[in-house]
Structure formats: structure tokens, C-alpha cells
């Protein structure tokens, strides 16, 4: 067998060095990728029709740039099971949402994507297609940063785009429970074990956004509330006190 041809020294020499370069490279820590979509799952332990949409809360959760939260409801307490998460803040914004768009009833499990595209929570296909839909229009538009500092959390956001300088919007810090089991002993779902991801356990408005940058610096205690163990930030719009488009989001630590 006649024997290849080596390559020349020096282009062995250059090969070698492009893969040690490719090989540290992919030994660097990837940068978080930005927040594209938010996606808010308004669920109840006591709706039987809220199991088909947790585990599809659970696998955007995983996705890098999604932030998917849990908001667990107070109005279907009444079935025979008082859900042990929920919060009544959390039911007037859901509500709030509806008043915006004009409809007259809430229900459960429904999603909310950005503030502004609304479906069925159990409905994958077309919760995929907002979430698609709202990156063809921009996506969220204003980078947010959220970075812990020792004991302090420090909330940057950016300026809007030049295009849209016209919008404003509130910042919130929401602390949220990262998982949680919970054993339902009664009700539509009586002796059923649901486990809930990303659950929000309050809302703090750091303050008003007016298109420019600005930074917040608050206590990391501030978004452990009520068994919390990490947050999210988000840049939302708002009219006549309702919620209205999300601009911006970032991830705390473990999301």
C-alpha cells in the first residue's frame, strides 16, 4: 500500500492550533442567552383541567430563553380544595388582563405570552405559535439585566428602541418558588401529586420606566418572600392601571 502524503510541517502546525482553539473555546462558559418570550400559566390545584398544561410550563422552563411562571388562582377554591400556592394578587392580574382585552370571564389553565397573546395552557401548538409570532414582531425589544452582587440585586434596563420611544412601562422584581410538590387531598384532583415550577409568590414594582436606562438596587431578602428561592425581572407596559405588553425580562439565579 503506497503510503498518504503527510501534510507539511507548518500546515500541521496551523491545523493543530485551529483545533486548541476550537476546543477552548468550547470550554468557556456560554453567555445566558437574552430573554425572548414570557410566558404565564394561570393554573388552580383544583381544576382538573389544569393537568394537562403543567408539564407543558415545565418544558418551557427549561428552554434558555424563555421565562415561564406559574400563577396559581384563588377562584376555584370553592371545588373542595383550597390551593395551597395561590395568591388574590395573582387572580386581580389575571383579571386585570381580561379587562384590557375586553373579555368578560377568566378561566383556567390559560397563558399569557408577553402581556399580549393569550390561548389555552394546555394548547402546545398554539402556545408555540405565539411564542413564535411575538419573536417575528420584535420579541422583547428592551434588554433587562438582573446580576447578584453579594447580598444585593442589581436591575439594569436598557433604553428603547429608537423606533418606539414612545413606550413606558413599570419594572417589577417577582420572587418565585423554583419547585414545588404538592400532594392534593381533595377536590378535581383529589390524590393527585402535581409539582409546579417557577411559582410566583409576590410582586414588587421597583419603580416607572420611561424609555431611558435605568438601574435598581435592591436586597436580595426582597425576592425571598413566602418561601421564594430565586426571581425574575420584568419591564411591562400598563393602561389605566392594567398590565399591558411586556418589553423586557431577565432570569435570576437557577431559572
Not at 477552548?24 to 383541567?49: I, K, N
Not at 393537568?51 to 418551557?60: E, K, Q, S, W
Not at 377536590?187 to 414594582?205: F, H, K, L, P, S
Not at 436586597?219 to 405588553?245: K, T, Y
Request: charged share 25%.
Amino acid at each position: 500500500m503506497t503510503p498518504r502524503p503527510r501534510a507539511p510541517i507548518r500546515d500541521r502546525r496551523a491545523l493543530r492550533a485551529a483545533v486548541l482553539a476550537c476546543a477552548a473555546l468550547a470550554a468557556m462558559p456560554a453567555r445566558a442567552e437574552p430573554v425572548r418570550a414570557v410566558v404565564e400559566l394561570f393554573t388552580s390545584q383544583g381544576c382538573g383541567a389544569c393537568r394537562a398544561a403543567d408539564p407543558v410550563l415545565r418544558d418551557l422552563a427549561r428552554k434558555p430563553g424563555v421565562v415561564a411562571l406559574t400563577l396559581p388562582v384563588t377562584y376555584w377554591d370553592y371545588l373542595g380544595w383550597k390551593d395551597t400556592l395561590a395568591l388574590r394578587p395573582l387572580t386581580e392580574r389575571q383579571r386585570a388582563y381580561a379587562r384590557g382585552r375586553g373579555a368578560r370571564q377568566v378561566f383556567t389553565p390559560q397563558v399569557v405570552v408577553d402581556g399580549n397573546g393569550f390561548a389555552v395552557g394546555s394548547d402546545r401548538p398554539a402556545l408555540d405559535r405565539l411564542i413564535r409570532e411575538a419573536c417575528q414582531h420584535g420579541g422583547l425589544p428592551v434588554p433587562v439585566r438582573g446580576e447578584m452582587k453579594g447580598d444585593r440585586i442589581l436591575v439594569e434596563v436598557g433604553a428603547a428602541p429608537e423606533a418606539k420611544t414612545e413606550i413606558r412601562g413599570d419594572v417589577w422584581l417577582v420572587p418565585v418558588l423554583r419547585s414545588r410538590a404538592i400532594a392534593i387531598q381533595a377536590g378535581e384532583n383529589g390524590g393527585r401529586t402535581a409539582t409546579y415550577v417557577n411559582v410566583v409568590r409576590g410582586m414588587q414594582r421597583l419603580g416607572h420606566w420611561t424609555g431611558q436606562p435605568i438601574s435598581f438596587e435592591v436586597s436580595d431578602a426582597q425576592a425571598h418572600i413566602a418561601d421564594a428561592d430565586s426571581w425574575v425581572v420584568l419591564l411591562q407596559g400598563a393602561a389605566d392601571g392594567r398590565p399591558g405588553r411586556i418589553f423586557g425580562a431577565a432570569k435570576g439565579p437557577g431559572l
